[in-house]
């Protein structure tokens, strides 16, 4: 059984940046695409990123409302994805799933951190 | 973009009912790029149904999943008392993923 574990959030002000980190276990993380997905407090999912795996090219999409602000990517050797945010708003405070994707699914899930952007 | 639509909002039902619960695109969608996901309080998402209608594993066959082109449908048979919760459907389309906006299932 596999195991996603995030972690690097925190309480960041607007306008600075903060890294969080997603440990794989349980299954060939170097062959799966994997995706962020965020849940503001008492809100639904929305989907942030996906980076494919480098034998499919290892490119990366994003969704609009954090476009060119935050960059996936993955350390294959550590097992490890990663979220890079910069110029962090107050409407990204949110709950960061890491997930990995079956096909056109998220099959599993981490436990979620948070992410909070205040002054 | 495209934009899913669940309704009803909230389904209040009762142990041993039958929840039927909608998901509605706007404009069509691959029946292979839809799912469905369980949220229950405090817990991270789980996939329930991919491919509109295959189920994921280790889920109990009262949960099931149909529909084509714009309307899908999950459905549980009888309600167990753990399946209260909220429901996500969700879809893939132009490199993009969206989430409905969700439907709570509380016990009547």
């Known amino acids: 059984e596999g195991q996603l574990v995030e972690s690097g959030g925190g309480l960041v002000k607007p306008g600075g940046s903060l890294r969080l980190s997603c440990a794989a276990s349980?299954?060939?993380?170097?062959?799966?695409?994997m995706s962020w997905v965020r849940q503001a407090p008492g809100k639904g999912l929305e989907w942030v990123g996906r980076?494919?795996?480098?034998?499919?090219?290892?490119?990366?999409d994003y969704a609009a409302p954090v476009k060119g602000r935050f960059t996936i990517s993955r350390d294959d050797s550590k097992n490890t994805l990663y979220l890079q945010m910069n110029s962090l708003k107050t409407e990204d405070t949110a709950v960061y799933y890491c997930?990995?994707?079956?096909?056109?699914?998220?099959?599993?899930w981490g436990q979620g951190t948070m992410v909070t952007v205040s002054s | 973009e495209i934009v899913l639509t669940q309704s009803p909002g909230t389904l209040s039902l009762s142990p041993g009912e039958r929840a039927t619960l909608s998901c509605r695109a706007s404009?069509?969608?691959?029946?292979?790029?839809l799912a469905w996901y369980q949220q229950r309080p405090g817990q991270a998402p789980r996939l329930l149904i991919y491919?509109?209608?295959s189920r994921a594993t280790g889920i109990p066959d009262r949960f099931s999943g149909s529909g084509s082109g714009t309307d899908f449908t999950l459905t549980i048979s009888r309600l167990e008392p753990e399946d209260f919760a909220v429901y996500y459907c969700?879809?893939?389309?132009?490199?993009?993923?969206?989430f409905g906006q969700g439907t709570k299932l509380e016990i009547k």
């Open positions: 997930t990995k994707l079956r096909g056109y699914a998220f099959d599993m």
């Open positions: 349980g299954f060939t993380f170097s062959n799966a695409w």
């Open positions: 980076i494919k795996s480098k034998t499919d090219g290892g490119t990366t």
């Open positions: 404009q069509s969608v691959s029946s292979s790029f």
């Open positions: 491919g509109a209608s």
């Open positions: 969700q879809q893939y389309g132009s490199s993009l993923y969206t």
